[in-house]
């Protein structure tokens, strides 16, 4: 069993990091920080199912909550508004504050 | 640029979203039932996981999958799927289409 | 199976459907009759079984509940035939409006809503609804006052997601049928809102 390290209300920065291969991690998420909203659970790493290996172990997944003005410059909507993504525990680091 | 994948879109500039719906053509409906078969959903042999699909899909150099209808990206997805696992052969394949061209 | 009584000289992607599909029957992994069944069950899946949640959502508050904590264990509860779907049910309240959007490909709800529209995996759509979603949702005729958060779900994973709306005013004492006939898949999406028509 991974062990699963964050927890809802974590804030956890995704990996800046752009290697080939089938990725489920959106580019534009990619060194952004965030709250974990919730923990969905463990799956098989869609990465390496996606070369016909197993993924397993199943990895822990977690839904992370953005906010849309630290996603994007020159965001021009609320400062409330928020972009949830589900993001792989290998692309998340525990953030600072 | 090399380091963004064409298919992973979210966040470029785009045009107004066309409103417009196609009424499914029954080769598309065939296409999207091959998926559900053949991923094991509906009982039959698991013979191919959605992220290969979606592999296989990014595959597709940037113009033909801008040039490429949705179902079209996905026919040529599970048929290279399909090649790939070693379910059918490139041989077979050519064979057969010259035969289904020739039958019109 | 062809379109009886209509000659169109195949494409070459018709021409990849029909060889593929008939070498996997030679080879038995599928069968005809699987193709056309499944084929036959999408093309009749609507968002009927969407609204119907919705209904009972906007009628049963314990229903509700148990909806938004597991989505998928809510429509089994309500007897709905949805293999292999992970769904998590976002709800709009006066304060947040939701909207779903797959950037990596076009990720939906299928066996709730049936097949997606065109639009939802365009590439206007998958650019530009994380970015600017009050914009692409006036593009909808759907104007979110500034006050309301808008939260945009990116299906990344396994997860699909579908939206709760708001149940509009001037629909107090409406049965479920009547309810789930003014829930369009629009709303569903979050592109739209449930409108008492």
């Not at chain 1, 990465?47 to 849309?68: C, D, H, I, K």
């Not at chain 3, 029909?18 to 996997?24: G, P």
């Not at chain 3, 709800?91 to 809503?113: D, F, K, W």
Request: hydrophobic share 40%; proline share 6%; aromatic share 8%.
């Amino acid at each position: 069993m991974v062990e699963v390290k964050f927890r809802p209300g974590d804030r956890v920065k995704v990996m800046k990091a752009y290697p080939l291969g089938h990725i489920r991690t959106p580019y534009y998420i990619r060194g952004c920080t965030g709250v974990v909203e919730r923990v969905c659970g463990a799956f098989p790493n869609p990465e390496e199912l996606a070369q016909m290996r197993s993924g397993l172990p199943a990895q822990p997944l977690y839904r992370v909550r953005f906010v849309q003005s630290d996603v994007w410059p020159d965001y021009r909507g609320g400062r409330d508004d928020t972009l949830d993504v589900e993001i792989f525990q290998h692309w998340l680091d525990k953030a600072a504050g | 640029m090399i380091e963004r994948s064409h298919h992973d879109m979210g966040g470029l500039p785009g045009g107004k979203v066309e409103r417009s719906e196609h009424d499914y053509a029954q080769w598309e409906r065939r296409v999207d039932a091959l998926m559900v078969l053949l991923s094991g959903i509906r009982g039959a042999k698991k013979l191919l996981t959605v992220d290969e699909l979606r592999k296989n899909i990014e595959a597709i150099g940037p113009e033909a999958y801008d040039k490429m209808s949705y179902y079209e990206r996905w026919v040529t997805s599970i048929t290279q799927t399909m090649i790939q696992r070693g379910v059918i052969t490139t041989e077979e394949l050519a064979r057969k289409m010259v035969e289904v061209k020739r039958r019109g | 199976m062809s379109e009886l009584g209509k000659y169109t000289p195949l494409t070459y992607f018709q021409l990849m459907e029909v060889s593929l599909r008939e070498l996997l029957v030679e080879k038995g992994v599928v069968s005809d009759t699987d193709v056309d069944a499944v084929a036959a069950d999408m093309k009749s899946r609507g968002p009927e079984r969407g609204a119907k949640v919705v209904a009972r959502a906007w009628t049963d508050p314990a229903f509700k509940r148990r909806l938004l904590a597991d989505g998928t264990a809510a429509c089994v509860e309500l007897g709905l035939d949805v293999p292999a779907l992970r769904l998590v049910v976002v709800e709009n309240t006066p304060e947040v409006h939701n909207v779903i959007v797959c950037t990596l490909c076009s990720c939906y709800p299928r066996m709730l809503l049936g097949l997606p529209p065109d639009w939802y995996k365009s590439s206007n759509y998958r650019k530009r609804v994380v970015r600017e979603p009050r914009a692409v949702l006036a593009e909808f005729g759907t104007r979110i006052p500034d006050e309301v958060a808008i939260r945009v779900h990116d299906s990344t994973a396994d997860m699909r997601y579908m939206v709760l709306p708001m149940r509009p005013a001037g629909t107090e004492g409406w049965n479920e049928e009547r309810l789930a006939g003014i829930v369009s898949r629009d709303a569903m999406v979050g592109v739209a809102l449930a409108q008492a028509t």
